[in-house]
């Protein structure tokens, strides 16, 4: 091992990685000798790469799309959130294993905790957009947490069905048509698809249903403010966007690869949300 400690984010492609600017802002805050870099690696280079760990002072990677299933197959060890999710976004090597996590389970726990206190004693039943991967971390986080129903609604209804019954029972599949029945008595309601992201189509979904004290949470963080979030916003309820969980899934790679758990910070936040606006300014 070099004595300079190495992580990076791992991908295909791999320039719009917001990891980078995260990691690297912590580094900096805390003085931390270290290098965090962008590995462009196409799918046939993964398991070269997934090898490389724990060489040459490279600690530990980020895996982003279209790797984290390949990640997922390539861990010695898994930790429960990967295990139950069937995805790997977090890697490293200990007693010559190469571990891997799915840290979006707990940057979206996290991100609910802070921005939305309290949130657990309001809800009972949650419903859940989407049926990827994304999704799929968010319900074995509302299941590991006790919420005892969830319906998911998805375009390709199969998907919905697949992923109710791997959480069944607490877990059960459900259609559009369902949504102001189900949006009706839920706590909490989630966008984990890509509808509503710049440049994807937006999503359409009413909420008059929905009671002021529920929460909204979407993962979509560009725009950092979604329709959906501003249509809650007007109805009274909470509301949040995925700019929190992006920050959050990030802390446990750095505390493992650099020894620090860090803090996601104003700063931090600022930071982040002024380069996506800036992305977005180049996109228009
Ligand atoms: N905030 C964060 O930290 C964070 C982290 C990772 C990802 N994300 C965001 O999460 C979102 C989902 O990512 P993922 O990895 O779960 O993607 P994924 O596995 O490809 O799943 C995409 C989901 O969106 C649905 N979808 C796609 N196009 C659609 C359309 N035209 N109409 C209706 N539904 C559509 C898919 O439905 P089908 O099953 O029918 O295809 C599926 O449920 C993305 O916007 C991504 O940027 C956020």
New binding site residues.
């Given amino acids: 091992m070099s004595a300079v400690r190495r992580a990076g984010v791992c991908g295909w492609p791999v320039a719009h990685s917001r990891s980078p600017l995260i990691h690297g802002y912590w580094l900096a805050r805390y003085r931390l000798e270290g290098a965090y870099e962008r590995f462009a690696v196409p799918p046939l280079g993964f398991a070269d790469f997934a090898a490389s760990i724990g060489v040459d002072g490279l600690v530990g990677a980020n895996v982003t799309?279209p790797h984290?299933e390949a990640a997922f197959a390539a861990c010695d060890r898994l930790t429960d959130s990967a295990r139950a999710t069937g995805a790997v976004n977090t890697l490293w090597r200990e007693g010559g294993a190469l571990w891997g996590d799915n840290t979006?389970v707990a940057?979206?726990l996290a991100?609910l905790d802070a921005e939305a206190p309290g949130w657990r004693e309001r809800v009972d039943s949650a419903v859940v957009?989407?049926?990827?991967?994304?999704?799929?971390a968010i319900v074995q986080g509302l299941v590991s947490r006790g919420v005892e129903r969830i319906a998911i609604v998805?375009?390709?209804p199969a998907?919905?069905v697949a992923l109710a019954e791997r959480f069944a029972p607490a877990v059960r599949a459900a259609t559009w048509d369902d949504l102001p029945q189900l949006l009706a008595p839920a706590g909490l309601l989630v966008n984990?698809?890509?509808?509503g992201?710049a440049g994807?189509?937006p999503l359409d979904v009413n909420l008059a249903a929905l009671r002021p004290e529920a929460v909204v949470a979407d993962?979509?963080?560009?725009p950092l403010a979604t329709a959906l979030v501003e249509a809650a916003w007007r109805r009274g309820c909470v509301a949040i966007g995925?700019?929190?969980?992006?920050l959050r899934?990030a802390a446990p790679g750095f505390a493992r690869w650099f020894g620090k758990t860090p803090e996601v910070t104003a700063e931090l936040r600022a930071l982040v949300e002024a380069d996506l606006r800036a992305g977005e300014k180049g996109r228009t």
């Fill in positions: 799309v984290k979006d940057g979206f991100s957009l989407g049926a990827g991967g994304v999704a799929r998805n375009r390709t998907r919905a984990a698809t890509i509808l992201m994807q189509p993962v979509v963080y560009v995925g700019l929190g969980m992006l899934q």
